[in-house]
């Protein structure tokens, strides 16, 4: 292995009246991409701030390369005491170009000359990520950097993560951003950390191999595994199996909920069935609805019946939060009809986290001081329920304004999951929570007995989670897939008009072919290139799963290079084929 650029050698860090973590190894070389995975409250990002020397340890050293530039993109930058974006981004003695800012925030849609006070999240977020890339860093420390973005942004934001020369290090709760992106992973468990030379693509099978291997040696050993260490671990790796059989489930949904649904994307209102109808919580019927001069909706029609699991997807100021304001009446539309069932409850959880109030305990929140929780019409203790969403009991008497952000959002779930309702609204969920927390909510939708609407930018948590997909481009027109984000995606990548709406401003879409038709080349790629990406993903996650053995570079250096090679190849030839597909697959469209 190269020397690393920068590394912190025995790390230890206090928090509170005891250490958060101690003797951590950690090493970056030049051109790692590194996923940082733990559960929330490990200290993710107070290593970062470490790494980054923001914060001094109490105990290691830490190392860096002469001249190595480091920027660390905060999960929520301070942007106090700065009127403008454009002030903040160009502030500090380690301040880059103006020009740079500006040419990043061009790509990525932001206005550098909004009101930091009235700026929203994903347009602060944007400011930051404009100030850090055009810091030009060698090593890249990056907090939840999809937070609050959209999906047009998220993409831009891998794109340039592809192309970029030095390293970085994330944070994210995005699994496809960091399958998509990495080659290591650092997993902070437990006061330790160790590293695996696989991408996220390959976590759950080494994480997998890590629990058998702790159940094995507790079993040689002949010691009774303590329930309050373990009870998690064993609660993960049962959640991920039951999850498939979940997965199943889902796809068998989205076949029925196909069905009910036109060619063209709107639902089959005249033709459906008395049966079909006595379920119908909510129905939308030529839906239209404009601000001023510009047609937020058009012609919108749904029926969603009771059980629908709908992902909302879409630009920032495509009108997602129009859309979900219509389908639960908040707001009457300007054409069309909204009809509600008179029997809907539903519960809203806002990225706001409005309900948390600072200086509650954890006690007060869920059960207003007492030892017992009305869940869904059942007595649970406080302590027993805390378990069932992934804290320790002990947690309890914690004040709200000690627990990190995703024990937050973790804490404000289970206190709206305890009410009885049968609608479900759910805006941004995902942000600030860990992977394990991330399974729990899938879980928790699943067997859940209403209708859930939630919007998202998480793509692998509405490919594992919804039924029905709702996508809005901008021009009023929504999309309606029976599926996740990938059927969304795969149906928009085959239209040239979605093509040049999503190319960068200031760059004009290419023009459609004059041809006639495909050539004999062209069409028989387009036929064959499905089948062999397919493969060349099968085989990487096959390969992933064999570096995820802990022992393999110890017992067998050469297959391990092998491995290494034959994933980085696979993976370069799976983004061609890719590219390929899309490109026929947008002149097939253009040619009829």
């Known amino acids: 292995m190269a020397a690393p650029i920068l590394a912190f050698e025995d790390l230890g860090l206090i928090q509170g009246s005891g250490w958060l973590f101690r003797h951590l190894d950690v090493r970056v070389g030049e051109r790692d991409r590194l996923a940082l995975i733990g559960r929330n409250g490990a200290g993710k990002t107070t290593l970062l701030k470490a790494l980054a020397g923001h914060i001094e340890a109490d105990e290691g050293r830490r190392t860096i390369v002469p001249g190595t530039r480091v920027v660390l993109l905060e999960q929520e930058p301070d942007l106090t005491g700065h009127a403008t974006l454009i002030e903040w981004a160009l502030a500090g003695a380690e301040a880059p170009p103006r020009h740079a800012v500006e040419a990043i925030a061009d790509q990525i849609g932001l206005d550098l000359s909004r009101e930091s006070a009235t700026a929203s999240g994903g347009e602060r977020r944007r400011a930051a990520i404009a100030r850090a890339l055009a810091q030009e860093p060698q090593v890249l420390l990056l907090d939840e950097p999809t ?351 979605a093509r040049k709406a999503a190319a960068p401003r200031g760059e004009q879409a290419p023009p459609p072919p004059k041809k006639a038709k495909l050539s004999y080349k062209d069409q028989r790629d387009l036929d064959l290139l499905p089948a062999e990406i397919e493969a060349l993903a099968a085989a990487i996650a096959r390969d992933e799963a064999a570096l995820a053995d802990p022992d393999l570079f110890t017992r067998n250096p050469k297959k391990f290079d092998q491995l290494m090679q034959a994933i980085e190849a696979a993976r370069t030839r799976k983004e061609a084929a890719e590219l390929r597909w899309l490109e026929l697959a947008e002149q097939a469209e253009a040619l009829g």
């Open 147 to 497: 937070n609050h973005l959209d999906l047009a942004a998220i993409d831009w934001l891998e794109g340039w993560l592809n192309r970029f020369a030095g390293a970085f290090v994330v944070i994210s709760h995005d699994r496809t951003f960091l399958t998509r992106l990495t080659r290591q992973t650092l997993w902070l468990d437990r006061g330790g950390i160790r590293r695996a030379e696989i991408g996220y693509g390959g976590f759950e099978a080494w994480t997998e191999q890590v629990y058998a291997e702790e159940e094995r040696n507790a079993q040689r050993l002949d010691a009774k595994l303590k329930l309050e260490e373990h009870w998690l671990q064993r609660g993960v790796t049962a959640r991920r199996r039951r999850n498939q059989g979940r997965l199943a489930k889902l796809v068998e949904m989205r076949a029925q909920r196909a069905a009910m649904i036109g060619p063209q994307g709107g639902a089959k209102l005249a033709i459906a069935t008395d049966e079909v109808r006595s379920k119908t919580v909510i129905e939308a019927e030529h839906v239209a609805k404009r601000y001023g001069a510009r047609t937020v909706i058009r012609d919108f029609t749904l029926r969603i019946q009771r059980g629908d699991r709908i992902g909302i997807v879409g630009a920032n100021g495509a009108g997602k939060t129009t859309l979900l304001r219509l389908l639960t009446g908040e707001i009457a539309p300007d054409e069309g009809k909204v009809r509600l069932a008179k029997t809907l409850n539903g519960i809203v959880i806002d990225q706001q986290r409005k309900l948390l109030a600072p200086g509650r305990t954890v006690r007060e929140i869920l059960a207003d001081g007492g030892d017992w929780i009305d869940v869904l019409g059942t007595k649970k203790h406080v302590a027993g329920y805390l378990k069932e969403f992934l804290f320790d009991p002990a947690v309890a008497e914690a004040r709200v304004d000690a627990l990190s952000g995703g024990e937050r959002s973790r804490l404000l779930l289970a206190r709206e999951f305890a009410r009885a309702s049968n609608l479900l609204v759910l805006d941004e969920p995902t942000n600030d929570l860990d992977m394990e927390t991330l399974d729990l909510l899938q879980e928790v939708i699943a067997a859940y007995d209403g209708t859930v609407l939630l919007v998202s930018h998480d793509r692998d948590f509405l490919d594992r989670t919804v039924t029905v997909t709702l996508g809005l481009d901008g021009s009023g027109a929504v999309d309606i897939v029976a599926g996740g984000y990938d059927d969304w995606a795969k149906r928009r990548a085959a239209r040239p008009e």
